[in-house]
């Protein structure tokens, strides 16, 4: 019997309970508890989740759990763990899982190890990053490399390009990191006119090796370099990163320069593997290492602890009860620093092209909510932004606050207003303000009763609005590994959830198919006969431009 989500009986008993829990409010449940904190806060590793100031209470929290054992979520994780083509569409495995592990047991996939062929690749990045790093690496005219260029799209730009921005305390002096993705040629044009082609290292970063964007981008790279370098140069100038060696070598990068992943890595889980190259060149091999052992160290949690003290499966199933059992539509994730300000977009990939799904494992419709929008932003920057419409805007939105107990960039005075207002935001958004209080409050304040009356409903805020803190000791390496695969995890159990195959992508094919079909139209070497009249005649007003 497939596993349904609503007809489930954790899912009808959760059905029932989350009707109770909408006619209730965050303030009578801390009303109700005292110890909200130490019952609903979990911790693993050097992370503490705090989901106190969640819209739940003892019993929709064992209801919950109830849902993992009825989804049979630990079998899936086996099946995932035992290499099972879990990826059906595809008919592939997923084992990014296998990309940190360091232990001496082998990960199968279709019966063979993967592991020797894992350690072979690290073992070729690490050496690159020490040539390239310590000035061994030269480019054509003998100069060290002074900047890497990374052409990738989607999950072959987003995981390096977000943890490289988040380990910049990490960067070393003597070299630069940037990432193009947009087919836009504004996105390279503008970074390659910061840089020398001599001292100019490029990174073609593509599972498939296909991708429009990221083809377009490297052969326009190509072209700048060899106008300067000539056509030898691009040996000492370009490297691959891929799963397809053909069409590396098509491209005409040199087998020993391109570096090698394979299917059963996901993009949006790959960064792990070889498409971390940028980043490892970005923050150093030892760091990259230490950003692996933080993953594997959360992987080690989540295969190994029962469901009440699991982290990501805690925040998966939160994350059901808020979309499915409350009715939110929405997520917001709210770092609390600036260093993390990229994560949302990170998230967007991984969370919406994962879970974003409408069809289910047996290829039926699902008639419950998916992914829910997931959207952010860093704090403070949100606060003076969109936050009016969480406080008071009407809508259920579960906010995700996200803190390091120590600045990554120490100043005197920063580091300690921003945990206040980030505790501060929490709070607010969880207890409100009524309008007795607010009588109160301007009343004290000594202003005219008329005034009151005018003003107070505007002064008032509904509260009860959700939210989970994710506290992290520091941003470094190591957190900052467990606090992706916590998220890589999370997905990968609402998937089960949701009963979804969160490893395809189909979604983003349509698009594709169309524009191939548009470009002739647009360059003028086809007609636009069966175009609707919406898409001709955009067509035909950039035509006319001269
Ligand atoms: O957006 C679709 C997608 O296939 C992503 O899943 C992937 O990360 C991205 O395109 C880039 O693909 P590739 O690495 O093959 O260039």
Same mark, same amino acid.
């Given at each position: 019997?497939?596993?349904?989500?609503?007809?489930?009986?954790?899912?009808?008993?959760?059905?029932?309970?989350?009707?109770?829990?909408?006619?209730?409010?965050?303030?009578?449940?801390?009303?109700?508890?005292?110890?909200?904190?130490?019952?609903?806060?979990?911790?693993?590793?050097?992370?503490?989740?705090?989901?106190?100031?969640?819209?739940?209470?003892?019993?929709?929290? *064992? *209801?919950?759990?109830?849902?993992?054992?009825?989804?049979?979520?630990?079998?899936?994780?086996?099946?995932?763990?035992?290499?099972?083509?879990?990826?059906?569409?595809?008919?592939?495995? $997923?084992?990014?899982?296998?990309?940190?592990?360091?232990?001496?047991?082998?990960?199968?996939?279709?019966?063979?190890?993967?592991?020797?062929?894992?350690?072979?690749?690290?073992?070729?990045?690490?050496?690159? &990053?020490?040539? $390239?790093?310590?000035?061994?690496?030269?480019?054509?005219?003998?100069?060290?490399?002074?900047?890497?260029?990374?052409?990738?799209?989607?999950?072959?730009?987003?995981?390096?390009?977000?943890?490289?921005?988040?380990?910049?305390? &990490?960067?070393?002096?003597?070299?630069?990191?940037?990432?193009?993705?947009n087919l836009d040629g504004?996105?390279?044009?503008?970074?390659?006119?910061?840089?020398?082609?001599?001292?100019?290292?490029? $990174?073609?970063?593509?599972?498939?090796?296909?991708?429009q964007e990221?083809?377009q981008?490297?052969?326009?790279?190509?072209?700048?370099?060899?106008?300067?370098?000539?056509?030898?140069?691009?040996?000492?100038?370009?490297?691959? $990163?891929?799963?397809?060696?053909?069409?590396?070598?098509?491209?005409?990068?040199?087998?020993?320069?391109?570096?090698?992943?394979?299917?059963?890595?996901?993009?949006?889980?790959?960064?792990?593997?070889?498409?971390?190259?940028?980043?490892?060149?970005?923050?150093?091999?030892?760091?990259?290492?230490?950003?692996?052992?933080?993953?594997?160290?959360?992987?080690?949690?989540?295969?190994?602890?029962?469901?009440?003290?699991?982290?990501?499966?805690?925040?998966?199933?939160?994350?059901?009860?808020?979309?499915?059992?409350?009715?939110?539509?929405?997520?917001?994730?709210?770092?609390?620093?600036?260093?993390?300000?990229?994560?949302?977009?990170?998230?967007?990939?991984?969370?919406?092209?994962?879970?974003?799904?409408?069809?289910?494992?047996?290829?039926?419709?699902?008639? %419950?909510?998916?992914?829910?929008?997931?959207?952010?932003?860093?704090?403070?920057?949100?606060?003076?932004?969109?936050?009016?419409?969480?406080?008071?805007?009407?809508?259920?939105?579960? &906010?995700?606050?996200?803190?390091?107990?120590?600045?990554? %960039?120490?100043?005197?005075?920063?580091?300690?207003?921003?945990?206040?207002?980030?505790?501060?935001?929490?709070?607010?958004?969880?207890?409100?303000?009524?309008?007795?209080?607010?009588?109160?409050?301007?009343?004290?304040?000594?202003?005219?009763?008329?005034?009151?009356?005018?003003?107070?409903?505007?002064?008032?805020?509904?509260?009860?609005?959700?939210?989970?803190?994710?506290?992290?000791?520091?941003?470094?390496?190591?957190?900052?590994?467990?606090?992706?695969?916590? %998220?890589?995890?999370?997905?990968?159990?609402?998937?089960?959830?949701?009963?979804?195959?969160?490893?395809?992508?189909?979604?983003?094919?349509?698009g594709k198919q169309l524009a191939n079909r548009l470009l002739p139209v647009i360059e003028g070497t086809a007609d636009a006969d069966g175009l609707d009249s919406s898409t001709a005649g955009l067509i035909a007003a950039c035509r006319k431009i001269p």
């Amino acid at each position: 019997m497939t596993f349904s989500l609503i007809d489930s009986a954790a899912g009808r008993a959760l059905r029932r309970q989350g009707e109770t829990m909408r006619q209730r409010h965050l303030r009578e449940l801390f009303a109700a508890d005292g110890k909200r904190f130490r019952h609903f806060s979990l911790s693993s590793g050097s992370l503490l989740a705090d989901f106190a100031k969640q819209r739940i209470d003892a019993d929709s929290l *064992a *209801a919950l759990h109830a849902l993992w054992h009825e989804a049979e979520v630990p079998a899936w994780i086996a099946r995932m763990r035992n290499g099972e083509a879990i990826n059906h569409t595809e008919r592939r495995a $997923v084992l990014h899982h296998a990309l940190r592990h360091s232990g001496a047991e082998p990960i199968l996939c279709n019966g063979r190890d993967v592991m020797p062929e894992v350690r072979r690749v690290l073992a070729q990045m690490e050496r690159f &990053c020490a040539e $390239v790093l310590d000035g061994r690496w030269r480019g054509a005219r003998g100069e060290p490399i002074r900047n890497v260029v990374n052409l990738g799209i989607g999950g072959s730009d987003l995981g390096p390009k977000t943890a490289y921005q988040a380990l910049s305390a &990490c960067h070393p002096p003597q070299l630069q990191v940037h990432f193009v993705s947009n087919l836009d040629g504004a996105h390279l044009a503008t970074t390659l006119q910061k840089l020398d082609p001599a001292t100019t290292l490029f $990174v073609i970063a593509s599972k498939t090796f296909t991708t429009q964007e990221t083809l377009q981008n490297a052969r326009s790279a190509r072209d700048w370099l060899v106008a300067t370098l000539g056509e030898a140069a691009v040996a000492r100038h370009f490297v691959a $990163v891929s799963t397809n060696r053909a069409e590396v070598t098509r491209f005409g990068i040199a087998a020993e320069n391109m570096f090698e992943f394979w299917d059963w890595v996901g993009g949006r889980f790959s960064l792990w593997s070889a498409i971390g190259l940028p980043l490892a060149l970005g923050i150093g091999f030892d760091n990259f290492r230490a950003f692996l052992a933080g993953a594997a160290a959360m992987d080690a949690h989540f295969f190994d602890t029962p469901v009440e003290r699991n982290l990501p499966a805690t925040l998966a199933l939160l994350e059901v009860w808020n979309t499915d059992f409350l009715g939110a539509e929405t997520r917001v994730l709210l770092p609390y620093s600036q260093s993390l300000e990229l994560l949302s977009h990170y998230l967007q990939q991984l969370e919406m092209e994962s879970n974003g799904k409408q069809v289910d494992r047996q290829g039926l419709r699902v008639d %419950y909510a998916t992914a829910p929008i997931l959207w952010g932003e860093a704090g403070t920057n949100g606060q003076h932004a969109f936050y009016q419409l969480i406080h008071q805007g009407g809508r259920l939105i579960p &906010c995700e606050f996200i803190a390091l107990r120590e600045a990554d %960039y120490p100043l005197p005075g920063h580091h300690d207003k921003l945990l206040a207002n980030c505790f501060a935001q929490s709070e607010a958004l969880m207890r409100g303000k009524t309008l007795e209080e607010v009588r109160a409050e301007m009343q004290a304040a000594g202003l005219a009763a008329t005034e009151i009356d005018a003003l107070a409903p505007y002064r008032v805020f509904p509260g009860n609005q959700p939210s989970t803190t994710l506290l992290l000791p520091r941003l470094d390496p190591h957190s900052l590994g467990e606090l992706i695969a916590l %998220y890589e995890h999370k997905v990968f159990v609402l998937g089960v959830l949701w009963n979804l195959n969160s490893f395809d992508q189909w979604g983003v094919e349509f698009g594709k198919q169309l524009a191939n079909r548009l470009l002739p139209v647009i360059e003028g070497t086809a007609d636009a006969d069966g175009l609707d009249s919406s898409t001709a005649g955009l067509i035909a007003a950039c035509r006319k431009i001269p």
